[in-house]
């Protein structure tokens, strides 16, 4: 392997070490914005700022976090102290990452699709990214399931740009995270996710290998197998592990080194519950599996700080929770009494997550 394959490889490795994943705080303005307003936080370039330094800095989190994906906006803005966001997480020796797509667009072609878009220029980006501190990046792959998606096309273009945006990360000496979401609205069930799944799944590592992106130097951060969220039949926490866990030794090639989970909407205390028996089943798997949570990681935490510098500690309290609970459940280690550890620390009202099994 070349110095800089190499590299690529402890980079990947290094995201996925023992106890460890990946906070995403890669949300575009406008997603930010909407969570904000739910909230009736005001959103501004400082509000966006204050809110993700807090996060950063938070005691305690690098123990759990090994990476963070930061939005273009957040990469280039400077923390109270004046430094730059990203070397808030160098310093504390978590990874700066960056999404790099510019979003799901319509299909041309297509009703009801999706393409993400974002290629344009993206070399160039990804050198402007590297050199302010970024060693890994995202692009984010959406398929919907109807009665009639996804379409083959749909897949095909998808996993097409997957592999072109994977293929120039390499080059430049970072690690692409290669996301293709299967999202989780519809009232499809789990068979049906996992059948599409497999599909997409099939479809973006053939796009990988044909473009020679080095397997080793990646991460895959899929949807878990479960039902639609408008399927009367949910399945129980053990159905879903099982699924999961069959879908991916179907498709994932062992070279790759970690697969690190979105959380799509399930609420946070699920996410938690279920990658802890994903992993409680992964005896003989060959890839390391872990979290790269967005909102499971940060609801509760932006539902206590409200933009009020005086809640900024609860605030990173229930950050520093929840990935302390994911870590455990990234070794299968994780326990109702955890959660419960935790519960009058934050207002009540917040516990909105908690579930019986
Ligand atoms: P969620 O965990 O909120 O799904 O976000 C993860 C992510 O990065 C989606 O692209």
Known sequence: MSANTQGLGAIAKALVANGKGILAADETVGTLTGRFEKLKIPSTRETRRDYREMLFAAPGSAEFISGVILYDETIRQRGSNGAPLPDILLKRQIIPGI?????????????????????????????????????FAKWRAVIRITDRLPSAMGISVNAHALGRYAAL?????????????????GNHTIDKCGEVTGQVLQAVFNALHEQKVLL?????????????TACV?????????EATLRCLLRQVPPAVPGIVFLSGGQTDVLATIHLNEINARTAGTPWKISFSYGRALQDISLATWL????????????YFHRAKCNAAAS???????????FTGKIPREHHWGFQDD
């Open 99 to 135: 999404k790099v797509d510019t979003g799901a667009k319509p299909l041309a072609g297509s009703e009801g699709e999706t393409v993400t878009e974002g290629l344009d220029g993206l070399r160039d980006r990804l050198k402007d990214y590297h050199a302010m501190g970024a060693r």
């Open 169 to 185: 990360c390499q080059e430049q000496g970072i690690v692409p995270i290669v996301e293709p979401e299967v999202l989780m609205e």
């Open 216 to 228: 080793e130097g990646m991460l895959l951060k899929p949807n878990m197998i479960v039902p639609g």
């Open 233 to 241: 039949k949910q399945n129980s926490v053990t159905e879903v592990a």
């Open 307 to 318: 933009g009020d510098k005086n809640k900024a500690k609860a605030a990173q309290q229930a």
């Open 331 to 341: 070794g299968g280690k994780y326990t109702k009494a955890m959660e419960q550890e």
